[in-house]
């Protein structure tokens, strides 16, 4: 695959989100020498990220998984694991269910989010560790790094980039890197 970017140390080049000027819900996102738009939540950014709040949370999140609708081969240059998304696929978001924030498969009974949507917005998306590895009910679920609306409109607390972007940042992209919401 080529050289991995690193920062400082060796370790992975952290991909790291500021709030645009004059905007909550835009972001300028970036990775090495890399500057690119993104949007945020509808609600801008928390530090106290509650479930259903349509904010992005302030943290620092490993990248976890990726997924990929089977139509898009360029996830198949990725680093990172890429699994490949079936019409079946959803992800628990009711902080009530045990398999809160955690993927899962139709028919499912609890509050979900479809990972094969229509508007093609989840074609590339990949899992950040928020609430995933220390889950705490209630505390937002799906936080994931995915493919932006032409117009970036906001998200409900995702963080997101146009697909053309995408394409330059995923294969640099490995289980070592971390997105930083400052």
């Given at each position: ?11 992975p ?8 000027p004059?905007?909550?819900c ?43 609708r ?102 640099k ?10």
């Open positions: 695959m080529g050289r991995k970017p690193h920062g400082i140390k060796g370790k080049t952290p991909i790291v989100v500021r709030t645009a004059r905007d909550r835009r972001a300028i996102l970036q990775f090495g020498s890399l500057r690119l738009p993104a949007a945020l939540g509808r609600s801008g950014i928390t530090s106290r990220k509650r479930e259903g709040d349509g904010a992005t949370p302030r943290a620092a999140m490993p990248v976890l998984d990726a997924y990929r089977g139509e898009r081969r360029l996830a198949l240059l990725s680093q990172l694991p890429v699994k490949r998304i079936r019409p079946n696929m959803l992800w628990c978001d009711d902080p009530r269910h045990p398999a809160y924030n955690r993927p899962v498969k139709a028919p499912f009974p609890a509050g979900h989010e479809k990972l094969r949507r229509s508007d093609h917005l989840y074609d590339i998306c990949i899992v950040l560790d928020w609430n995933i590895a220390s889950r705490r009910r209630g505390c937002g679920s799906a936080i994931f790094f995915h493919i932006a609306r032409p117009d970036y409109s906001p998200t409900e607390g995702c963080v997101a980039i146009s697909f053309r972007d995408m394409q330059r940042l995923l294969p992209l490995t289980k070592g890197t971390r997105l930083i919401v400052l």
